[in-house]
């Protein structure tokens, strides 16, 4: 059996389902965290069954679809549309592995404890070198910690969904050593890249969030059977959001370092894996 994509939903999965059942393709739904996935019984129908999923991708809506499941539906077929309200913490814990989520919940801790009387002792700690005084390079984890802090309600939401969203893609898809590299590498290479452009004086996730960002979509590109993409309207707010840091419109200092850098970083670790994969598929 191999799953050859997700959908967003249980009635377009059916209705998909329907559809290759007139093709006499075997395809049957499971539920995942980010969506539906669809699972061909026979591999020797595989390349056709993705050709159509991307048709329909494209034109959900075609009358064809929806013929299909009045000539083929089942009206036994139950459908599951998630877990509702109550089952959103559920779904929010789910949906990511333990590396993003220990990450998730440090930046939230860190956050908490800055906005309640702690902010200049957590400063003290986790800045980058030179920010306070008797910072030095012997203090190895200033070179990352300052990744996990975060200055605003807004830097931390805009971030930490980021994170949870495609950390979690990553982390349940393809294992956690990728997500591990990106938050290891990606949260200590921007941040020297930041430092020397505008100082010791900056905090946040956005290099991480970027690297996973340039990560899930050049994989996507690349290797798009690996189980994680990126929507090209998706990669384009980030483009735009980057390019609009560099300017004064969002009112707010952006680290366009750790940006840049972190994007670099996913991109580069990207080409790597889907190289490395390609090698093993050969």
Not at 39 to 61: G, M, S
Not at 86 to 106: E, M, N
Not at 197 to 226: E, K
Request: hydrophobic share 45%.
């Amino acid at each position: 059996m191999i799953e050859i994509g997700l959908l967003p939903n249980a009635r377009a999965a059916q209705a998909f389902i329907d559809y290759l059942k007139g093709l006499n393709i075997q395809c049957h739904a499971v539920q995942h965290a980010q969506g539906v996935g669809l699972i061909i019984i026979h591999p020797e129908d595989e390349q056709r069954a993705r050709e159509e999923l991307l048709h329909f991708a494209n034109n959900p809506n075609d009358s064809k679809y929806l013929q299909a499941s009045w000539d083929n539906g089942d009206t036994s077929t139950q459908f599951n549309y998630g877990p509702g309200a109550k089952g959103l913490l559920q779904q929010f814990l789910t949906g990511a592995g333990p590396l993003t989520l220990i990450t998730f919940f440090i930046c939230v801790v860190i956050f908490a404890g800055m906005n309640l009387g702690f902010a200049d002792a957590i400063y003290n700690q986790l800045s980058f070198f030179g920010a306070v005084p008797q910072s030095d390079i012997s203090q190895i984890w200033r070179v990352f910690t300052p990744s996990l802090m975060h200055f605003s309600a807004m830097h931390i939401v805009f971030n930490l969904l980021w994170w949870w969203y495609l950390g979690g893609k990553i982390e349940t898809r393809l294992g956690v050593r990728p997500l591990l590299f990106l938050l290891v590498i990606a949260g200590t290479i921007p941040s020297v890249v930041q430092f020397y452009m505008t100082g010791p004086h900056f905090g946040g996730l956005s290099g991480v969030v970027y690297a996973v960002v340039g990560y899930t979509w050049l994989m996507g590109v690349r290797q798009p059977q690996c189980g994680i993409s990126l929507p090209q309207a998706y990669m384009g707010f980030m483009m735009v959001w980057l390019v609009l840091g560099f300017t004064d419109i969002l009112g707010m200092p952006i680290a366009n370092g750790a940006h840049i850098g972190g994007l670099l970083v996913g991109l580069a670790q990207a080409l790597f894996d889907s190289r490395k994969q390609s090698s093993n598929n050969e």
